[in-house]
């Protein structure tokens, strides 16, 4: 009798339009979902509007055992003889947050153009990402974000006393820090602060102003810097 089987049928034939109804809805949402991962650049924060500049500098050997080695960087080879090096010049805000990867009406590097940037950020995937991330919330193009970055790194005498270093070494922060500022008088302990992640010696930043002209570190910045008595700093290859 049909009539006895469209009886058990029946809760499979509304599943099934539930489901449908499921899909259409899932499938109608979908865009709406999928529109913040569409979106490339940070609607809230504003190309230019920012208080101060970080000028980060890295340990090239540090970085080299992370991930440097991994993406064949050339800073990484034995014989490059490389210590501190930019790692980025970025915008920051007076309460210890930054801005990134705002929108800009500014054309970004070509791939020409990302290239020449290689000998200052070591390959042109970096250039691009430190234009990305962090240029284009300067409110500058990108070839003046670039020459920005080299006349910041082009300020800061970098201590030679590092380019000495053939083996690995448990060092105290603050004596970084003393080495900066002897080679740089126009710094002092509260206008830089060290990362050592895990223990070992990353990277020294120093807080500058719009200008570059060295400043002291926000608060929020300060509390975030390396606090060991002493880290471990790999030797140059």
Request: charged content about 25%; proline content about 6%; hydrophobic content about 35%.
């Amino acid at each position: 009798d049909f009539g006895e089987w469209a009886v058990y049928k029946r809760p499979d034939a509304l599943r099934k339009e539930k489901m449908q109804r499921l899909i259409a809805l899932v499938t109608a949402l979908l865009p709406i979902f999928a529109a913040p991962a569409a979106a490339q650049h940070n609607t809230q924060d504003r190309a230019g509007a920012f208080d101060s500049y970080l000028l980060a500098l890295s340990w090239i050997p540090a970085y080299c055992a992370e991930d440097g080695d991994e993406r064949d960087d050339p800073r990484c080879r034995d014989g490059a003889g490389l210590g501190w090096a930019v790692h980025g010049l970025w915008p920051q805000y007076d309460d210890g947050g930054w801005p990134e990867y705002c929108a800009t009406t500014l054309r970004d590097p070509s791939r020409r153009e990302t290239a020449e940037q290689s000998a200052l950020f070591g390959s042109s995937g970096s250039a691009w990402h430190q234009w990305n991330k962090h240029g284009r919330c300067t409110g500058l193009s990108a070839a003046n974000y670039y020459r920005l970055v080299q006349t910041a790194l082009d300020r800061v005498t970098l201590p030679e006393v590092f380019g000495g270093i053939t083996r690995e070494l448990s060092v105290d922060p603050d004596v970084v820090e003393a080495a900066f500022i002897e080679a740089n008088p126009g710094l002092t302990r509260d206008r830089m602060v060290t990362t050592c992640p895990g223990g070992e010696m990353v990277e020294l930043r120093i807080c500058l102003s719009r200008s570059l002209e060295p400043v002291d570190c926000a608060p929020a910045l300060t509390r975030r810097e390396c606090s060991r008595s002493s880290a471990l700093f790999r030797p140059v290859r």
